[in-house]
């Protein structure tokens, strides 16, 4: 089977399983995992930011940087199709107590000025108060959509106008990165916290790194031990990450490539069309029939891929997907019918 699914399914690669095996351990819960800093200070020099934590999931990073930066009884803005909004268990309203409102924009994007209007100063005094400002780069379920320089330094300037905090969730950053030109540093600088994942594009089994200013890390440090995220000997987790971010960035450039392909077979199909054209690698499609019986139909040419609405399919690409793979999925998706 071609799993198109999700870029969660890839597995490790016998060298980063080696690397896995021969990693330096010690007690995380106690800082004395060796390889787990060396990767919490290369994630913290990737994203330019002074400190990082190794957590279990972007989930779990995005949940730890609320319970720091927004305050119960308050509000958190993000995109209507955000990440946080849809996929997280309501874990902003559930755990930290804050409120999430959410905000149209074209492509996942966060304009300046629908995030102004949003924001609640609190007068009268009645109302909540804004927090927190959450976005996502690449954006996945607005098809892996990446933010321009100019639109994170619109959002920057209101943000900073009102002294509020961006999060960003970056669990697919070096895919933005690699399709849309700017450093993971250079984009990281435009909020003061972020979240990025190991285990998507870059391939590694597990775990996110969650980066910020000293005084940030610290207190979330203590947030995920009170939420059970304390691990032990961590160093087999980092090990695999490090491999991934040393090995696993260059190469996403590929999983963009092999999604536009893809894309470019839906449109010459004749029952369904790309919603638009991939910027990185996720691709939605449109169907003109019941999205899961086509599903089930591309299933059976065994390729596999999720309904993500009554006529709305999603695939991802990755780098457990070869050229050779991406031909046999075109193929399947033209002739299918």
């Known amino acids: 089977m071609i799993d198109l699914r999700s870029d969660t399914v890839t597995k490790p690669s016998p060298e980063m399983r080696r690397l896995m095996a021969a990693a330096k351990v010690g007690d995380d819960v106690y800082r004395e995992d060796p390889t787990t800093g060396r990767l919490e200070e290369y994630a913290a020099y990737l994203t330019g930011k002074e400190a990082a934590l190794l957590i279990s999931s972007g989930t779990f990073g995005n949940l730890l940087a609320a319970m720091v930066l927004a305050r119960r009884g308050t509000e958190v803005l993000m995109h209507e199709a955000a990440h946080t909004m849809i996929y997280e268990q309501s874990g902003i309203s559930a755990i930290v107590g804050a409120k999430p409102v959410t905000i149209a924009g074209l492509r996942g994007i966060l304009t300046a000025e629908a995030v102004e209007k949003k924001i609640n100063k609190a007068v009268p005094y009645y109302n909540e108060e804004t927090s927190l400002i959450i976005i996502e780069n690449s954006h996945n379920f607005c098809g892996g959509t990446v933010w321009s320089k100019t639109e994170l330094e619109s959002l920057a300037a209101v943000a900073n106008k009102y002294n509020l905090p961006i999060h960003l969730d970056g669990a697919r950053i070096f895919n933005a990165a690699v399709a849309g030109g700017l450093s993971v540093k250079e984009i990281s600088s435009y909020a003061g916290t972020i979240t990025f994942c190991l285990s998507k594009g870059l391939g590694a089994p597990i775990g996110s790194v969650l980066c910020g200013d000293k005084t940030f890390i610290d207190k979330?440090?203590?947030?995920?031990?009170?939420?059970?995220?304390?691990m032990r000997q961590t160093g087999v987790l980092a090990a695999a990450g490090l491999y991934a971010?040393?090995?696993?960035?260059?190469?996403?450039?590929?999983?963009?490539n092999h999604a536009q392909l893809l894309a470019k077979a839906f449109n010459e199909s004749d029952w369904a069309q790309a919603e638009c054209e991939p910027e990185t690698n996720?691709?939605?499609?449109?169907?003109?029939?019941?999205a899961g019986e086509m599903v089930a139909k591309l299933k059976d040419k065994g390729i596999l891929c999720f309904a993500m609405g009554p006529k709305r399919i999603r695939m991802v690409t990755h780098l457990d997907v070869s050229g050779s793979d991406i031909a046999k999925a075109c193929e399947a998706i033209k002739t299918v019918s």
């Open 245 to 256: 971010l040393e090995n696993n960035v260059e190469r996403l450039a590929e999983d963009h």
């Open 220 to 230: 979330a440090l203590r947030w995920r031990k009170m939420l059970g995220g304390g």
């Open 282 to 290: 996720i691709i939605f499609a449109v169907t003109k029939g019941p």
